[in-house]
């Protein structure tokens, strides 16, 4: 118990956050899918993409499942690219319907693709996942960008009953003062 013990407070100095340990671990433990995606994850949320998409490629290199495919995904969101990140969410679905892939794509539906296409794929997800802020929100999104506004409220207000986190009462309140400042093409 000593030498557990011993261990336990050791490691305690691996971990400042998420980032040190990902750091500290793949330099001991080489090759592990699970700590390049997390290294992948803490970069992302740092900011550093580039830096991230090595990791999250890397981590599908070494074994290929729904997460480390979002992971990548959401990178190639965030840099805007779209289309790779399509491809990324896509690949992920064929691990199984995972509501973080939906979510996703639903993401790149609003700024990628032909939208009357993307709101039918939002409106079949939620079919599946009826209870996501987060897809009512997008498809809100998507009816407001297409000048549909009286529609995105009704959509806005559903997605406000299932989350009222910061993002979505940020958007909700865009939609419904109709402030937000998206091309309606």
Do not use: C
């Amino acid at each position: 118990i000593l030498l557990l013990s011993i261990r336990t407070f050791v490691r305690g100095f691996d971990w400042r956050n998420n980032l040190s340990l990902a750091t500290h671990d793949i330099k001991v433990s080489r090759d592990s899918y699970a700590l390049e995606s997390l290294m992948a994850q803490a970069l992302s949320v740092k900011g550093r993409l580039q830096e991230a998409k090595i990791h999250a490629e890397k981590s599908i290199d070494l074994y290929p499942y729904s997460i480390n495919y979002i992971n990548l995904g959401h990178i190639y969101f965030v840099l805007e690219d779209y289309p790779k990140a399509k491809e990324a969410y896509l690949k992920a679905l064929e691990f199984g319907e995972y509501y973080l892939t939906y979510e996703g794509l639903a993401a790149v539906s609003v700024f990628y693709g032909d939208p009357a296409e993307n709101i039918k794929f939002i409106e079949l997800a939620l079919e599946k996942f009826p209870q996501s802020a987060r897809l009512w929100l997008d498809l809100a999104f998507l009816n407001y960008k297409i000048g549909n506004i009286s529609q995105a409220k009704i959509l806005a207000k559903k997605a406000y009953s299932y989350s009222k986190d910061g993002v979505t009462t940020f958007f909700y309140r865009g939609i419904m003062n109709e402030t937000l400042d998206f091309n309606r093409k």
